[in-house]
């Protein structure tokens, strides 16, 4: 019998269940504290952000999928500086291309009427397969023997199985699939449950499982835009994947209690489990609030001068990775104002130098080729800049050290 699209019911949890639950105030809190993050901080300095966060988002979302390659050595292969292992290597390539199709979801700029279709869903995760090695589309089996190969962009054509869930037939995937995008679309739910829907639909996209490889990493890609596109507009500063892969253990264990039927008269009118849809929906809401909220509490003003002023304080002390020269310490109010503001114009940026002319410039010649500031001209303000070795001290813990 073809699956039918009510095999994915409940959508998301009925209004009775979520009346006896904490999953409305959750969003709420959820929306709140995002709304508060994008209020602190500048337009061009949560542009930075999102750019620097793209290696973060990159490195914990392919962590979950077992490719553990670190932020550093991502960024040595945007330089261009891959590593002598050819299997290392294509770790590398794998997680810039993650990055690439975050960059190009951006440039897209989708409006949820895009983003909720299959051709979306399709072209994403043709992106990301068309980017990476031709060997890492080879699917194999536990004697690793290739058994089959990916085609980027297109519906899995055979079964599969998951642990103990077997997904629907490649048959039904393209109907499956099209009424997924209708019943998740936000425009059908109102209020609280736009962001519910989004995070139950990660679950039920993964249920389905429509590629034959890369469904969870397309499931965050979409689940990232989806966020943003509802209103989350600090999403990019923050990312769920993050807390996603420090409790991957559960991430997985809870997707896999989804799956679960109906367990029973009090457990929903679907045919899945309604309780473990709540607990999922419960688990990636408390995962997104510890994530804004942590990456606020970086980004609040007096807490990040204080961790500016540190590295300032340790680049004259020597103890920063990657660079030799000391630095003045009249370079902290200039970084922390170009935080502030997401750039700073030149004329200011010499007057809060506080020294002559030419040691001023030279001093804003030192922090643009450190990374520090950045321009896109002579005459351009400097943009505020994160460079790896300035990471660790204005975000302590974002990432495992190197």
């Given amino acids: 019998m073809p699956t039918s699209i009510f095999d994915l019911a409940p959508f998301i949890p009925a209004d009775s269940a979520l009346a006896q639950s904490e999953l409305p105030d959750k969003v709420m809190q959820l929306v709140q504290l995002s709304a508060r993050l ?122 599969v199985r998951v642990g103990n869930h077997v997904p629907p037939a490649a048959e039904d995937l393209p109907d499956l699939m099209a009424a997924f995008c209708d019943n998740f679309h936000p425009r059908r739910h109102s209020g609280d449950r736009k962001v519910l829907a989004i995070m139950a639909a990660h679950h039920r996209l993964e249920w389905l499982h429509p590629f034959l490889d890369g469904n969870g990493r397309v499931g965050r890609l979409l689940t990232d835009t989806a966020l943003k596109a509802v209103g989350l507009d600090s999403y990019g500063a923050w990312c769920l994947s993050r807390g996603l892969a420090k409790s991957a253990t559960r991430y997985k264990r809870l997707l896999a209690l989804a799956d679960n039927p109906r367990q029973g ?9 309604e309780q473990g849809l709540m607990q999922f929906c419960d688990y990636m809401l408390d995962t997104a609030i510890d994530q804004v909220t942590y990456m606020s509490k970086l980004l609040d003003l007096p807490r990040l001068r204080q961790r500016i002023d540190s590295y300032v304080q340790a680049r004259n002390d020597f103890r920063v990775s990657g660079v030799t020269e000391p630095l003045k310490s009249n370079a902290s109010l200039i970084l922390y104002t170009a935080f502030i503001h997401g750039e700073i114009g030149r004329a200011e940026a010499l007057e809060l130098c506080a020294m002559p002319e030419r040691s001023a410039r030279r001093l804003l010649s030192q922090l643009k080729s450190e990374g520090l500031l950045s321009e896109t001209s002579s005459k351009s303000p400097l943009r505020w800049e994160v460079p790896e070795h300035a990471e660790p001290w204005y975000f302590p813990d974002l990432t495992p050290t190197a």
């Fill in 265 to 273: 008269n009090l457990d929903g009118r679907g045919a899945l489990t």
């Fill in 38 to 159: 994008a209020g602190q901080l500048a337009p061009l300095t949560l542009i930075t952000l999102e750019h620097h966060m793209s290696v973060i988002n990159s490195y914990y979302s392919n962590l979950i999928e077992g490719n553990a390659t670190p932020p550093h050595e991502i960024r040595a292969a945007q330089r261009g500086d891959y590593d002598a292992d050819p299997a290392k290597r294509d770790l590398q390539l794998e997680s810039l291309a993650h990055m690439a199709v975050q960059a190009w979801i951006r440039d897209q700029q989708p409006d949820l009427d895009t983003l909720y279709s299959p051709a979306f869903i399709l072209q994403v995760h043709h992106q990301f397969y068309s980017r990476i090695p031709e060997n890492l589309w080879q699917i194999k089996d536990e004697r690793n023997t290739i058994v089959d190969i990916v085609v980027p962009g297109a519906w899995r054509t055979r079964a």
